[in-house]
């Protein structure tokens, strides 16, 4: 169920331009959500080569909707002048909203929320989309920690209709008003969370998956076999292993970690073959191979 405003809940600033950190597949997603909703972007990877290499796939997936006709030339057009690229940190200081998307290590994203406290105005808003690890440690990062929230996205972002809207206690009802309102503009579903493990989704969806390799490991059925039984008997639109190949093995044993770290649930410790098979590389569609072989 999406977020239900109580009657005094406002929001004090209106977002307009947005900066995205991280050249991944995430920070592109949220990218074209954000322009394609009015909004001003810019995009910061640590190279130009990766930041026009996030544009390009940008102009690729508007093509496509150019293409099945979703999309006119026009609207593509304005979307893709609405976006900018750097390599610079403080071409970040009038934005309104920065969402990080960079790889998920804490001690990273916590150095890289004390520069951007830095460079930011000090009305903006600094969030991660961070699906796993504790905000708050972010957030107190920095000298505003009541403008530091979650706003996860799910992958596809410009497909997916949840917002997962990650309140630490440090921060404002203020903050959270505005980025439930940014939300909403970008034609999302927000949700509020409590700033815990996993939030909703992860929590719950990764010791599934985490059982379905326990399943295979067991012997009860082939990878398979249990896809084929989750999407026929769940009616889910891809079986557990599919997904896990989706979302990336060594992303995939992240996140476990992060939520057995928190609550010691022996579901959430990451089983032998998940290990075994980052280890060997084999971290699903993004490496070719995973549980399923997309070489071919």
Not at 234 to 239: D, E, I, K
Not at 247 to 258: F, H, K, M, N, Y
């Amino acid at each position: 169920m999406a977020f239900a405003r109580p009657a005094n809940y406002h929001s004090a600033m209106t977002i307009e331009s947005v900066g995205i950190i991280g050249s991944g597949i995430m920070g592109s997603g949220i990218a074209e959500v954000a322009a394609a909703t009015g909004h001003t972007v810019v995009l910061r990877s640590r190279s130009q080569a990766t930041a026009d290499a996030m544009v390009k796939g940008l102009e690729k997936s508007l093509a496509k909707q150019v293409e099945r006709g979703k999309r006119t030339e026009a609207e593509r057009d304005e979307i893709l002048a609405r976006v900018s690229t750097t390599v610079d940190l403080h071409k970040l200081a009038d934005c309104d909203l920065v969402i990080e998307s960079v790889v998920e290590d804490l001690e990273v994203k916590k150095h890289l929320f004390a520069e951007l406290d830095l460079v930011m105005k000090p009305s903006a808003i600094i969030a991660t989309n961070t699906s796993t690890l504790p905000v708050v440690e972010m957030a107190v990062a920095t000298s505003r920690p009541e403008k530091v929230c979650g706003v996860h996205f799910f992958n596809p972002a410009p497909a997916m209709a949840l917002v997962e809207i990650v309140r630490p206690l440090t921060a404002s009802e203020e903050t959270i008003a505005e980025v439930v309102d940014f939300a909403t503009r970008c034609g999302k579903d927000p949700v509020e969370v409590a700033d815990r493990a996993g939030f909703i989704v992860n929590a719950l969806l990764f010791p599934y998956l985490n059982d379905a390799v326990g399943l295979m490991e067991q012997g009860v059925a082939t990878k398979e076999g249990i896809d084929a039984a989750m999407k026929g008997g769940c009616g889910f639109p891809m079986g557990p292993f599919a997904l896990l190949d989706l979302v990336g093995l060594d992303t995939s044993v992240s996140i476990l970690d992060a939520l057995y770290a928190e609550t010691k649930d022996p579901g959430s410790n990451a089983a032998p073959t998940l290990r075994r098979m980052v280890a060997a590389g084999h971290l699903g569609r993004k490496s070719g191979r995973g549980f399923y072989d997309y070489q071919r």
